[in-house]
């Protein structure tokens, strides 16, 4: 399985501001996911980023909140911006498994993001 | 869209004895089911995966079950350990980089 890490691994951040999460694999791979999972709850899909086009979101979230970029088949990143204390949450990283098409995901360890 | 309920939400067994996690789906067109173990302050692990040609797979303490008919699969953890204790997370997906949905997870509790 891939190895993926992910930068910052935690932050605290004032209200307004934004912040971009890096996530940076080992090998390269189709599609990368983002994942939101607040406090105790399961993971929510934001967007799928794809390598050469624009990432594809998910009902609920919006380019201008949560813009990312795919300039690569190993790195992607998630900005927040204009960051309320609703943001508090686990910000993950996933990977498909291989080049070739599969449903296997690996995630990331995770950006642990306060907002005060 | 896809729909993913699991049961329970909060599990404690006693060190040595089987716990038993269900969860069900709402799409009949789904055909992967993977598993994911999530300890505290990290990210979850893919621990076992089930596809809907295969109605169990087994991987040493761990097996999963899954019943397409009525649409439901389980995780099923023997002799459990102290370091099984964790969330776990069912999930559905209908394959071909298509979107996974999970579960609401189930936080295990192993007592030694």
């Known amino acids: 399985s891939a190895v993926i890490s992910q930068k910052p691994s935690r932050d605290i951040c004032q209200r307004g501001t934004s912040l971009t999460i890096q996530c940076q694999v080992d090998s390269q791979v189709t599609m990368m996911f983002w994942y939101r999972q607040q406090p105790g709850q399961s993971l929510t899909l934001i967007a799928t980023a794809n390598q050469g086009s624009e990432a594809t979101y998910e009902s609920g979230f919006v380019i201008d909140k949560f813009p990312i970029s795919r300039p690569n088949l190993t790195f992607s990143t998630l900005t927040v911006s204009n960051m309320s204390p609703e943001d508090s949450s686990i910000y993950l990283c996933?990977?498909?498994?291989?080049?070739?098409?599969?449903?296997?995901?690996?995630f990331g360890p995770g950006t642990r993001l306060t907002v005060l | 869209g896809e729909n993913v309920e699991q049961h329970p939400s909060t599990l404690s067994v006693q060190e040595g004895d089987s716990a038993v996690i269900k969860c069900t789906y709402s799409d009949s067109a789904s055909n992967y089911f993977p598993w994911y173990k999530q300890e505290l302050g990290k990210g979850p692990q893919l621990i076992i995966d089930i596809r809907s040609n295969v109605g169990e797979k087994k991987d040493q303490r761990i097996a999963v079950t899954l019943n397409k008919t009525a649409k439901h699969f389980s995780l099923h953890i023997t002799e459990t350990q102290p370091e099984d204790s964790a969330v776990y997370f069912c999930?559905?997906?209908?394959?071909?980089?298509?979107?996974?949905?999970f579960g609401t997870g189930t936080k295990l509790q192993v007592i030694p």
């Open positions: 999930a559905a997906s209908t394959g071909g980089y298509q979107k996974v949905t």
């Open positions: 996933s990977v498909d498994s291989s080049m070739q098409s599969t449903d296997t995901q690996y």
